[in-house]
């Protein structure tokens, strides 16, 4: 048996280990108590029919003395789930040897285990393996792999955190994504499938339907999948018949559906004309964390090359962005000079072409030496590569907006992102799919794009048809008035040329 | 530090003007003559390639640019205010609160017919020093329409030091109604003729946006923003200019200092007006240039409360900015002579009647000469729109 990449998961957090834990952390009382019991039964699983959800991950084992009582309690799950053609992942969270645990999913019938800890992976079940994403080791990444510590996406409300400011200093709204790390996430595990998990925030009521459409969209529209996951207060509502849980639970399920029924879409790269190369590891994963998301935020359309491997060919592109301070290897070298020579753009925190090119003329608002090489340049940042706000900032300049692929006029807090697929070598299908990161409809947000097409298939959640959206000639490409976005929406371009 | 030698009473006798009437010294009175100069009203329906004809038309009516501007540095300050993605509904910027591109490139067309040597168009984008081009380019502009439209075309962000090696320092004359005097981009300086090239509509806190609001900003917020360091300018422009609205704080201490009591109000609406009546004192506006052929009313952006698109169908164009915006605020069917408490001055000193004061230009109609299309006949309330 192997993981299959088409499962949608969930968690499904029941029975006593999920009470136990809870209760040593303190976070139980008697209704979530009701409720950890009440999920555990098989009857729990009518919520799921009719739905895309077909794979459950349940807490399997964790060292304490409930291990084996969670695992009896869940047999009964189990079997109706399989009857339902429902999978089951069992989360092992143990430091050694997960034998007896392992033994016992293969006889209940586990699809397959997700742990953290590589010993405690099995050889005979299959096993997804999860990290935190500042420790990603992409190497050695399951075909299906989880990461953790991710942010809920959405609207940060809050703009200072100690002395520390979390909006960028033109006030557009910060939001919260992890765009940027499902996108890195295609590039250095290629072939891959990413969940990202990550769970709701704890709120006194309810969360809105759109917060978690949202977190679906935001991992979907970005390559990944979201590891399903309800906060305790819809786990709870949602068996009383509660209609704003089944609201709720509606939404995020036509999310989901959504997306599952656009499969193909997940196959579509990236756009851009700008690459980002780095290793974006050890001291460069944060700088090339942050500078991915902030030039995602600017709707800057990026491809990711990773430094290590030899640079792919450069053929479509203007410019790229270098961002560790480790020079280019030789050939890597030979390459970019060829890629400048050509009329492109190289953006370097330090110089590292030949010594007898002296820089030209500076732009008094860019802090960067300008050399002049064939026909392109290398623009060298002053003093290196610091702040990454300033890098994105730079990086949108330098490019020039001029090659912008998208814009987003009104854009609120919302974002966007073009990937396309090559259907012919000069024709293609190109998606723009837009994100709302508030939780209130955007308004009047108008969509340009560098493409002549003058219509679109515009797709929103909840409509099973795409329907025909004009747009309006503005050289040198096309506007859409989009209606107002809740929280997503697509357009869809055949015959574009990529 | 350098002081500004551009001269008003210059340009004025070079126009033709009553440049006599302007005394290097005006007075804070209202018997002293102050210039008029000739309004131009030219009515225009859409952006099309009337706008250049119209405009043609226009300068020809009020004596011709060459004149003024042939062999000249020509400064042209834009009206770009906000974010270039702000938008009222799905209208873009220049069809409600932007000066239009139209607009600009004839302007840009016909000055350079005229003769200048060198335009330089100017703009303080909000809260960034990046350069004009890619601001424009942010909005869908072409910039390439304006620098292919006359020889010699220039663009500035003027909202940092730009290219220049310092701030011009401009003093007001006669001491000033909020500050002493101003530092500003070199630009604003380093041009033999400026001209205030903005839209017709609302104003918020000032009561009307005109060529004389437009030079509220000529201002650097490295200097007057909000986020503008204490002692010495920042490097980049950081927020919007608070200072000067709210007088929650002074600029850095290395500009030029307020006068007395100028931080003893707080309301913008007395705060702001002056500050563009100093303005427009220290920095002689020789061309005002009006585009109402769309526009919006309620406010000066799309951000204000109750806004909402009109087309009034109106280019206006004259040689004093007092008078032309006297003539365009009477065009938008208020009167010109209004001040606080009266529309479209309800919360707000008059900038007109400010600017009359400092001897800039007078507001009164009968005083003014306009030419084209009569007032009564292009009128377009804005309030009843």
């Known amino acids: 048996m192997i993981v299959d990449r088409n499962w949608?998961?969930?968690?499904?957090?029941?029975?006593?280990?999920?009470?136990?834990?809870?209760?040593?952390?303190?976070?139980?009382?008697?209704?979530?108590?009701?409720?950890?019991?009440?999920?555990?039964?098989?009857?729990?699983?009518?919520?799921?029919?009719?739905?895309?959800?077909?794979?459950?991950?349940?807490?399997?084992?964790d060292g304490r003395p409930e291990d084996?009582?969670?695992?009896?309690?869940?047999?009964?799950?189990?079997?109706?789930?399989?009857?339902?053609?429902?999978?089951?992942?069992g989360k092992l969270a143990l430091k050694e040897s997960a034998g007896a645990a392992v033994s016992a999913a293969l006889a209940a019938g586990l699809s397959a285990v997700i742990c953290e800890d590589a010993s405690a992976q099995p050889s005979d079940l299959p096993a997804i393996q999860q990290f935190p994403r500042d420790k990603a080791e992409w190497e050695r990444a399951s075909t299906v792999f989880s990461a953790t510590e991710n942010v809920w996406p959405g609207l940060n409300l809050e703009t200072m955190h100690g002395d520390t400011a979390l909006a960028g200093p033109t006030g557009i709204p910060w939001v919260n994504s992890n765009?940027?790390?499902?996108?890195?996430?295609?590039?250095?595990?290629?072939?891959k499938t990413l969940w990202l998990d990550f769970d709701p925030p704890a709120a006194s009521n309810l969360l809105h339907p759109a917060a978690y459409a949202l977190a679906v969209a935001d991992s979907y529209a970005y390559g990944s999948r979201w590891i399903i996951s309800l906060d305790d207060k819809l786990r709870a509502a949602l068996p009383k018949g509660n209609s704003q849980a089944q609201g709720v639970w509606k939404t995020l399920c036509e999310a989901v559906g959504f997306f599952e029924s656009h499969r193909q879409w997940q196959a579509f790269k990236s756009q851009g004309i700008l690459a980002i190369i780095s290793d974006f590891r050890g001291d460069n994963a944060y700088l090339g964390g942050e500078v991915l998301n902030l030039l995602n935020r600017r709707q800057v359309q990026f491809r990711i090359i990773e430094r290590a491997r030899s640079l792919p060919a450069l053929e479509g592109l203007k410019a790229i962005l270098w961002l560790d301070h480790d020079t280019p290897s030789a050939d890597q070298r030979a390459q970019l000079l060829a890629f400048v020579r050509q009329g492109g753009l190289v953006i370097a925190a330090a110089y590292w072409g030949s010594p007898d090119v002296t820089p030209a003329e500076k732009d008094p608002s860019l802090q960067y030496r300008l050399y002049n090489v064939g026909k392109g340049q290398i623009a060298v940042a002053d003093d290196g590569f610091q702040d990454p706000y300033q890098v994105a900032v730079d990086t949108h300049l330098l490019v020039s907006r001029r090659n912008d692929l998208v814009r987003l006029y009104n854009p609120e807090a919302t974002n966007c992102r073009s990937s396309g697929e090559s259907v012919s070598p000069h024709k293609g299908r190109r998606l723009v799919q837009v994100l709302n990161y508030s939780s209130e409809p955007a308004a009047s947000v108008a969509l340009w794009v560098n493409d002549g097409m003058q219509s679109a298939r515009f797709w929103q959640f909840g409509a099973a048809e795409a329907r025909n959206l004009q747009g309006r000639p503005a050289a040198p490409g096309t506007e859409f008035d989009l209606p107002p976005v809740s929280v997503y929406c697509a357009l869809e371009f055949e015959g574009t040329k990529l | 530090m350098m002081t500004t030698t551009c001269s008003r009473r210059k340009f004025l006798g070079a126009m033709g003007a009553a440049a006599g009437a302007w005394l290097a010294r005006p007075m804070m009175s209202m018997a002293r003559a102050v210039p008029?100069?000739?309004?131009?009203?030219?009515?225009?329906?859409?952006?099309?390639?009337?706008?250049?004809?119209t405009l043609a038309r226009m300068f020809d009516q009020l004596g011709g640019l060459e004149g003024l501007v042939r062999g000249k540095t020509v400064a042209v300050k834009l009206n770009l205010t906000g974010d270039a993605t702000d938008r009222l509904g799905y209208f873009p910027a220049e069809i409600t609160h932007w000066v239009h591109p139209q607009v600009i490139g004839a302007t840009v067309q016909l000055l350079g017919q005229a003769g200048a040597a060198r335009i330089r168009l100017l703009e303080s984008p909000m809260s960034t020093a990046e350069p004009l081009e890619e601001f424009m380019l942010q909005a869908n502009w072409e910039p390439r329409d304006f620098s292919s439209a006359a020889p010699q075309v220039e663009f500035e962000n003027t909202n940092y030091l730009g290219y220049g090696r310092k701030y011009s320092r401009l003093w007001v004359p006669d001491g000033g109604l909020m500050f002493k005097g101003y530092d500003l981009n070199h630009s604003y300086e380093d041009c033999d003729v400026f001209v205030s090239l903005a839209k017709l509509k609302e104003h918020v806190t000032a009561g009307v946006t005109l060529s004389m609001k437009n030079c509220f900003g000529i201002t650097p917020c490295t200097i007057y923003g909000d986020g503008s360091p204490v002692d010495e300018p920042s490097l980049t422009p950081r927020g919007g200019r608070g200072p000067f609205h709210e007088g929650n704080r002074l600029p850095s201490k290395s500009a030029p200092p307020p006068v007395n009591n100028a931080l003893a109000s707080k309301d913008p609406g007395y705060r702001v007006p002056r500050v563009v009546a100093d303005l427009v004192s220290v920095r002689p506006v020789h061309l005002a240039v009006i585009d109402g052929i769309h526009s919006m009313a309620g406010g000066e952006g799309p951000w204000c409360d109750n806004v909402r698109h009109v087309q009034p169908g109106l280019l206006v164009a004259g040689t004093n900015c007092v008078a032309t915006d006297a003539v365009c605020t009477a065009l938008m069917g208020f009167d010109p002579m209004a001040d606080r408490g009266t529309a479209p001055f309800e919360t707000c000193d008059s900038t007109l009647r400010l600017a009359e004061q400092l001897g800039v230009g007078t507001r009164d109609l009968s005083q003014i000469e306009v030419v084209g299309t009569p007032i009564a006949k292009a009128r377009f309330n804005f309030r009843r729109a």
């Open chain 1, 8 to 61: 949608v998961p969930m968690k499904w957090p029941c029975g006593p280990l999920e009470i136990a834990r809870r209760k040593k952390s303190g976070s139980t009382d008697a209704d979530l108590k009701d409720t950890l019991e009440a999920w555990v039964r098989p009857s729990a699983l009518e919520w799921l029919k009719g739905t895309p959800i077909n794979c459950l991950i349940v807490e399997w084992a």
């Open chain 2, 36 to 53: 008029a100069g000739r309004v131009a009203v030219g009515v225009c329906h859409e952006y099309d390639a009337d706008v250049t004809g």
């Open chain 1, 68 to 89: 084996s009582a969670q695992q009896q309690a869940l047999k009964p799950l189990l079997e109706a789930g399989h009857k339902l053609g429902i999978s089951f992942v």
């Open chain 1, 179 to 191: 765009a940027w790390f499902s996108m890195l996430a295609r590039e250095l595990a290629p072939g």
